[in-house]
């Protein structure tokens, strides 16, 4: 979080005011903040490395110094007091202030540095850092944080707005974000290369007999995939639960089942040109009724979240427009 107090400190304001203000510190906000948005003291604490009691301090002479209990306790939990939340959405709406003017003063001198923040599901490993190669070589002031999750987690990290910018197949509907589409992503079904060849397409019933091996559930793949099924009445018979397209890939070619996974992650781009282990698995891609399912990469952000400079700089390395 952007250290707002340096702006608090400068506006011209009754001496009452400017008192009080004056014993908030930035550690004291950074801890508010993280604590309101995480809605737990433990994990603010791990979120800025430090401990908890540390973070406990903080909010304690925060509070004093605003003259109000911030957080209220509900058995386990803590939420933000009315004060809490009026403290809450003013220490955003100066952090959007702040990123605002950062925007501009980016602009003025057509440079950008500061941090990007990419979340990306599993299955965007095989092209995310790849675009980030050249992004990162075109502008080495930005500091690039990425990280690879399931689909469940970077929603949950979406929940706590701890990312820029995310890139996944299915975002979530019960958020509001700013979602643009931008590259397909086919989902296929893979065999062992050994498997029955036939020169029409096959029905989705003839692999009834089929052991399924499927992503770990809170895998984006395997949501759409059970959506298509259910959608066409199909049960798999599901033998297997893998935490890795890798894995999966390996478990069918050994002969344990068949699989549905984003064409992407059988052809990666990178290894089909240099090869290595990964394209040597000898699999097939099953021609089947219905198949692929064409979902798309999106890239999304929150509504309620300005956009730091290097993200506005990476959507436009994209060629995602803004306003
Ligand atoms: P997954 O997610 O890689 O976790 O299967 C894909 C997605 O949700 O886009």
């Known amino acids: 979080m952007i250290d707002v107090s340096l702006l608090l400190w400068s506006f011209e304001m009754p001496v009452l005011t400017?008192?009080?203000?004056?014993?908030?510190?930035?550690?004291q906000l950074r801890a508010f903040e993280a604590t309101a948005r995480l809605g737990s003291v433990t994990?603010?604490?791990?979120?800025?490395?430090?401990?908890?009691?540390?973070?406990s301090v903080q909010l304690k002479e925060l509070s004093q110094s605003v003259g109000e209990n911030l957080?209220?306790?509900?058995?386990?939990?803590?939420r933000l007091t009315q004060a809490g939340e009026e403290l809450y959405q003013t220490v955003r709406e100066l952090a959007s202030c702040w990123q605002r003017f950062e925007s501009r003063i980016a602009q003025i001198n057509g440079l950008i540095s500061g941090r990007l923040r990419l979340a990306a599901v599993t299955t965007?490993?095989?092209?995310?850092?790849?675009?980030?190669?050249?992004?990162?070589?075109?502008?080495?002031?930005?500091?690039?944080?990425?990280?690879i999750e399931n689909r469940d987690r970077i929603v949950q990290r979406l929940v706590q707005g701890l990312d820029d910018l995310a890139v996944m197949m299915m975002?979530?509907?019960?958020?509001?974000?700013?979602?643009?589409?931008?590259?397909?992503?086919?989902?296929?079904?893979i065999a062992t290369a050994q498997h029955a060849k036939r020169d029409q397409p096959i029905q989705l019933a003839d692999?009834?007999?089929?052991?399924?091996l499927m992503r770990e559930s809170g895998s984006g793949t395997r949501m759409a995939a059970e959506q298509h099924f259910a959608a066409q009445g199909f049960y798999p018979n599901i033998a297997m639960n893998l935490g890795s397209n890798e894995a999966i890939k390996h478990a069918v070619a050994a002969g344990l089942g068949v699989a549905v996974l984003s064409e992407l992650a059988v052809h990666p781009p990178l290894w089909s040109k240099n090869a290595t282990q990964s394209s040597d698995v000898p699999l097939t891609i099953l021609q089947v009724e219905g198949f692929p399912i064409m979902r798309h990469w999106?890239?999304?952000?929150?509504?309620?979240?300005?956009?730091?400079?290097?993200?506005?700089?990476?959507?436009?390395?994209?060629?995602i427009e803004i306003e």
């Open 71 to 78: 957080f209220e306790s509900t058995g386990r939990h803590i």
């Open 171 to 189: 975002p979530p509907h019960e958020l509001k974000l700013e979602r643009v589409v931008f590259q397909v992503n086919p989902l296929v079904i």
């Open 298 to 319: 999106s890239v999304v952000w929150r509504k309620d979240k300005p956009l730091s400079v290097a993200a506005r700089y990476f959507l436009k390395y994209l060629d």
């Open 18 to 27: 400017l008192a009080r203000l004056q014993r908030i510190t930035p550690q």
């Open 43 to 55: 994990q603010a604490a791990q979120s800025l490395y430090v401990s908890q009691p540390t973070v």
């Open 207 to 212: 692999l009834s007999s089929e052991r399924w």
């Open 124 to 147: 965007a490993e095989y092209f995310v850092p790849d675009l980030l190669g050249a992004f990162a070589q075109a502008h080495q002031g930005v500091e690039i944080e990425l990280t």
